[in-house]
């Protein structure tokens, strides 16, 4: 199974009001927010497109995954997410690793564990800036819509 991780780029300004509910809905209220959902989730694919000129997404792979939740995963209380609190709130031996693998294969879903996880991954603007323009598909130098595994690039340089 793939997960997705979805990435808000552009800010609030000019906004249309189904755009803005789209982004609400997934969880995007601000610039350089992202979160993480299963690529055949229903509803998904079409939210996606109706916000594709202020978002970027692509496939998340393991090692992406495991160095966005150590280093910007948190718990309720606006607390690091630890291995031992994984331990002790999932029940999970190995930690974020077993985290990560359970949510690549999606018998874990982040955003349905709200109340012990948060499900939104709070980022730094990219180190070495954007490509040439934001505004922009990605297919054409620009940084929106779909980008596949390039995403894991964009999101290392976020962290």
């Known amino acids: 199974m793939t997960l997705y991780a979805v990435i808000r780029i552009r800010g609030t300004a000019d906004i249309h009001p189904d755009v803005e509910h789209t982004l ?3 969880r ?3 610039k350089y927010h992202a979160v993480l959902y299963p690529a055949d989730l ?12 202020w978002v970027t997404w692509g496939e998340i792979d393991r090692e992406t995954l ?5 280093k910007r995963g948190r718990i309720p209380g606006n607390k690091k997410l630890t291995d031992q609190y994984v331990k002790e709130k ?10 990560a693998d359970k949510m690549l294969s999606g018998e874990i879903l982040l955003h349905k564990l709200e109340d012990k996880i948060k499900p939104v991954f709070r980022l730094h603007p990219p180190k070495k800036g954007f490509r040439k323009s934001i505004k922009r598909p990605y297919n054409d ?5 779909y980008r596949g595994a390039t995403i894991n690039e964009l999101i290392r340089r976020m962290i």
Not at 46 to 53: R, S, V
Not at 66 to 70: I, K, Q, Y
Not at 141 to 145: C, F, I, K, Q
């Open 90 to 99: 999932l029940g999970l031996d190995n930690g974020l690793e077993e985290l």
């Open 24 to 26: 609400k809905l997934l």
């Open 141 to 145: 130098m620009g940084e929106l819509g």
């Open 66 to 70: 495991l160095e966005l939740l150590r």
């Open 28 to 30: 995007l209220h601000k």
């Open 42 to 53: 229903p509803g998904l694919k079409g939210m996606l497109q109706k916000a594709k000129d």
